[in-house]
């Protein structure tokens, strides 16, 4: 008998190989395309923490470095059910101001954040007011609250439309 060597793959052995290998390789592509809808999912979510986290960095430290001054530190003027006009001065400032006055404020559902050198106490401003504005958001409410006992603490409530709930606990360090 004869032997012979085979050095060869047959037809039928390719064609199950590149088969397999097909199989493999959709499973492959779904699993990739799969990771990275998620990784987007993760992009979108991330870019949201960010946000919030440094909306919430900027309004504790506005409150915890208001500026002490007898008989009232932040004043808050309740306009209407969910919405306040907050004034303060405080040595916190985004736009390179030494003792900037701070005002939140909501108009049209839209909380905004005004820094300015004048004070600004009321909600009618003049047109010789100036000052910096930054739109923190699209919100819902947005209150504050004032502890009634000695140690002063606030309580900041923010209801965003798209990011969701925001609340802040925050004792003014510059309190004597």
Known sequence: MKKFNRTAFTLIEMLVAISIFSIMMLYLYKTYSTVNI?????????????????LKKVVFLDYSLALYKPNEIITIDNRESNEDFIHFQSSHSIHRRINPYIIYMVKNKKLYRLESLKKISSYEMSSDAEFDI???GDV????????????????????????GKVLLKVKPLNEY
């Open 38 to 54: 998620s990784n987007d999912n993760l992009k979108v979510e991330a870019n949201k923490i960010k946000t919030i986290e440094a």
């Open 140 to 163: 819902n409410s947005f209150r504050v609250y004032k502890s009634t006992n000695k140690n002063v603490v606030y309580l900041i409530a923010i209801n965003f439309k798209k990011m």
């Open 134 to 136: 930054d739109f923190l």
